[in-house]
């Protein structure tokens, strides 16, 4: 069904009578004709004032086309499709229908089927589930559809339920998902009341190699492993077989080594089966993170609280860091990490090696500073206050982000990102003169989270496939009576005053289109009339 979302901008089809002025007024100048009298010509030029008519046709309804598709584009013209309407809609995930649990909830779809519920996926476009596709997936069979689906880019399970509510009006919706945590992140807008939310747990365990990192003749793995209850990492130190033969990994199965395609190598860990497929691909790290800490005798306290705060984020990290107190002054960034705790100058070429080499650079206030009283926002709501008793009001940084503020809004930790690299300005100290950091229990992740930031576009690959990897394999599930929405039956079948649903297509953009070929051809007619009169003037 055609319909405009702005009927009143059809007031612009007026336009259509300026062409029509245009070709009455703008008349083509007559034809030279020799004549013996003057009386004769003047005569017939009166004649052709008062015999107005239209000339050049098809240039004109060109041109009133043109006028009049731009002036429906601009009306907000779509199509809309009425959606075929149910007496509800099972919405089944992708994840759900790989889990045994689904078999035991089979009669309960079946029944909600026979009352004419549709059984679509739980995806983009809430496609629907073919019978074929239902009855694989309820005799605990594999399907190929679900595993289409799966693979599909997808936002956490609440959000993809809050679209369904709204493309399918009125209807009742049975959710069917399993109880990982990941389905539930984020914020939790309220959902209708005819949404009941059935979770199928997942007793299932996984494990999958996060990361390794060779020394010397032996490898350092880190082996995720995941269940309801939590997700854990474990180090294990595996020999290297001669000729890279495979070897077994204890938790986790055959693994072995492959080359890459890019130079490099890697770990497959190789899944257990019929026809063992590779998974988990893994480069092997060359080196470990490297950290440099330089402290001059006035900074001796705060170089120990702030080593003891890396060794306990470094149990955070896949693989180990190489952390080292510095007792010469570097000349030259050589660690992946440098944290200066001095008041001498940085070297002047340190800039450059920061942007041009990846590095990152943390320097604390130089004294004396000058004495405050703030607090440092905690990074845990349940956390207590940090006290910060004095601080360095340090010229701002061009270019430069807050990290850590304190609770009037001011820095207290700021990042400057050079090239590649970052450089890092504290404006307290980690000594207890300065500030209540040193006795803070979230140091430690305070620290992790610079040493291993969350997965983003300008993070390094290491930290995006770790948390990558995590995420594949997370089973961490929520317990039952946390969903507001559970429910023990489905919810009633809509009434017949339901409003009916539609899909709606916009067809603005076609008719920009039309719009230009339009004017294509009425300026190639233009040219083509001009070319005609200037030869018959002449």
Same mark, same amino acid.
């Given at each position: ?77 779509? /199509? ?53 596709? /239902? ?268 990290? /850590? ?104 953009? /076609? ?28």
């Amino acid at each position: 069904m055609f319909t405009l979302l702005n009927p009143a901008a059809l007031l612009a089809l007026l336009g259509l009578l300026v062409p029509v002025a245009i070709h009455l007024w703008n008349r083509r100048p007559g034809r030279e004709v020799a004549v013996g009298s003057l009386r004769w010509l003047a005569a017939g030029a009166n004649r052709r004032l008062r015999n107005l008519k239209l000339e050049q046709l098809w240039l004109l309804l060109l041109r009133a086309a043109l006028l009049a598709v731009l002036a429906v584009a601009v009306a907000g013209p779509v /199509w809309q499709q009425r959606q075929p309407t149910s007496r509800g809609v099972v919405l089944l995930s992708a994840e759900a229908a790989r889990l045994p649990a689904l078999v035991g909830l089979k009669p309960t779809i079946d029944s909600l089927r026979r009352k004419g519920y549709a059984l679509r996926w739980l995806a983009a476009g809430f496609p629907r589930v073919t019978g074929a596709a /239902w009855r694989a997936l309820a005799a605990g069979r594999p399907s190929s559809a679900a595993d289409s689906v799966a693979n599909a880019p997808r936002p956490f399970a609440w959000a993809r339920v809050q679209q369904a509510a709204d493309v399918f009006p009125g209807q009742p919706l049975f959710v069917v998902t399993s109880a990982a945590l990941c389905n539930f992140q984020g914020s939790h807008a309220p959902l209708p009341a005819a949404v009941t939310w059935q979770a199928l747990p997942d007793t299932t365990t996984t494990s999958w190699l996060g990361a390794a990192e060779q020394v010397g003749d032996s490898l350092q793995l880190l082996v995720g492993r995941s269940s309801e209850m939590q997700t854990t990492y474990q180090r294990k130190k595996v020999p290297v077989r001669p000729n890279r033969q495979p070897f077994r990994v204890a938790g986790l199965g055959p693994v072995r080594f492959q080359p890459g395609k890019q130079g490099g190598e890697y770990l497959v860990r190789v899944a257990a089966g019929k026809t063992p497929q590779p998974v988990d691909e893994i480069g092997i790290d060359a080196a470990p993170m490297s950290i440099d800490l330089y402290a001059t005798p006035d900074y001796a306290a705060d170089a120990r609280y702030l080593e003891a705060g890396l060794r306990a984020a470094a149990a955070g990290l896949s693989i180990t860091p190489r952390l080292r107190r510095v007792k010469l002054r570097p000349t030259q960034l050589t660690a992946h990490w440098t944290f200066w705790l001095s008041d001498e100058p940085l070297p002047a070429n340190w800039q450059k090696d920061v942007a041009g080499h990846a590095r990152q650079l943390w320097r604390e206030a130089a004294a004396p500073g000058v004495s405050d009283t703030t607090y440092l926002v905690p990074a845990d709501a349940a956390a207590a206050s940090i006290s910060v008793f004095r601080r360095v009001n340090s010229p701002a940084m061009q270019g430069s982000e807050t990290v /850590w503020a304190d609770g009037r809004g001011r820095a207290i930790l700021v990042r400057q990102r050079l090239g590649r690299g970052s450089l890092y300005q504290l404006h307290t100290r980690l000594n207890p003169a300065w500030s209540e950091l040193a006795d803070d229990p979230q140091l430690p992740a305070r620290l992790l989270e610079l040493l291993q930031p969350e997965p983003t576009a300008n993070t390094g690959r290491n930290q995006t496939r770790l948390a990558e990897a995590e995420a594949a394999h997370d089973r961490r599930a929520l317990a039952p009576v946390q969903l507001p929405t559970a429910s023990a039956s489905p919810a009633k079948p809509i009434t017949a005053n339901a409003q009916p649903s539609f899909r709606q297509t916009d067809l603005r953009p /076609w008719l920009v289109l039309l719009a230009g070929l339009l004017l294509l051809l009425e300026r190639l007619l233009a040219r083509r009339q001009a070319e005609i009169i200037l030869p018959a003037t002449a």
